[in-house]
């Protein structure tokens, strides 16, 4: 009983009975085997920790788009923001340059162009309160000397 050969289809490996649990109430395996399960819990656990979602899997999640597609976006764009024109400046946690978010629009889901962080936040602002470059035209203008006209 005990040298009973188990195939894992997830590894591709045969294995002892004992590589593998036992599905509930009853004898038979359960795969995919131990060291394989121990892997998916690893790789979930990885994917919780934000540092260690990959861009690719952000790209597809968030916006169905695949690095390809990014790439070719950022060519576009000289690989400067769509809005400034400059490429991006804010850094990540690691110190590395963060890149160009992906603006789309949050009711439609479509996608627009990439934006770096600042644009990002603007646009997203001005989108939900287009009144809102107007009073912080005015604001500004305020402050300047000379205000209000005569
Ligand atoms: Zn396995
Ligand atoms: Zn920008």
């Known amino acids: 009983m005990d040298d009973e050969l188990v195939y894992c289809g997830k590894c591709g490996e045969t294995k002892p009975r004992s590589a593998f649990y036992s599905l509930q109430h009853s004898t038979a395996p359960r795969r995919p085997c131990k060291a394989c399960l121990l892997a998916d819990k690893r790789a ?8 260690r979602i990959s861009h690719a899997q952000v790209l597809r999640e968030k916006y169905n788009l695949t690095p390809r597609q990014y790439e070719a976006m950022l060519k576009a764009q000289q690989g400067l ?7 991006e400046t804010a850094r990540g946690r690691g110190g590395a340059p ?9 009711r439609t889901g479509e996608i627009r162009k ?3 962080q600042r644009c990002n936040l603007v646009t997203w602002a001005v989108e939900e309160n287009p009144d809102l470059l107007d009073a912080i035209r005015y604001y500004l203008l305020s402050y300047q000397r000379g205000f209000p006209p005569r």
């Open 114 to 116: 990439l934006l770096c």
């Open 81 to 87: 923001c769509a809005i400034c024109r400059k490429p």
């Open 98 to 106: 963060r890149r160009l978010a992906v603006d789309h629009d949050h």
């Open 44 to 51: 979930r656990y990885a994917t919780q920790d934000g540092d």
